[in-house]
């Protein structure tokens, strides 16, 4: 992955939600900020939870927010969110979410690539608490892109 799949304009930390949607959405805006996606992306990944339910809440915590690719994606991408407090996405084993990370990709290959990349950095619980409680843009795109 290139660094500009996670720039720094798309990771942010302590953000407000007052629930699964406003979660969602701060992981979208970021995607349109990054110039990755537009709004319709993050509209498509809060209809996903709407109609299939809280699937994209993978682990203890932490749910990947993302929706088929499309025309709104312009480009692979990923944001990062940390929340300033956990909320509730109706997942029995997994609520309540304080990360969010968000992913937009233009077709299934960058999906699998990108999917595959994130699924091994995060499944080492000691490498996912150290980017949990961190506030350093550089270490999670070092951990995330390799950089």
Do not use: C
Not at 81 to 92: N, Y
Not at 116 to 123: F, I, M, P, T
């Amino acid at each position: 992955m290139t660094h500009d799949v996670l720039p720094e304009s798309a990771i942010a930390f302590k953000a407000g939600a007052a629930d699964w949607r406003d979660a969602v959405r701060a992981s979208g805006d970021l995607l349109v900020a990054s110039g990755a996606t537009t709004d319709e992306y993050t509209d498509a990944m809060i209809a996903a939870v709407e109609e299939l339910g809280p699937y994209m809440v993978i682990a203890p915590g932490f749910a990947l927010a993302h929706a088929r690719p499309s025309e709104a994606v312009r480009r692979t991408g990923l944001s990062w969110v940390t929340l300033a407090e956990p909320v509730e996405f109706g997942s029995a084993s997994n609520d309540p979410v304080d990360l969010v990370v968000g992913l937009a990709s233009r077709d299934h290959d960058a999906h699998i690539q990108v999917m595959s990349k994130l699924a091994g950095v995060l499944a080492n619980a000691d490498t996912l608490a150290r980017l949990r409680a961190s506030t350093d843009p550089a270490e999670i795109r070092a951990a995330l892109l390799g950089e």
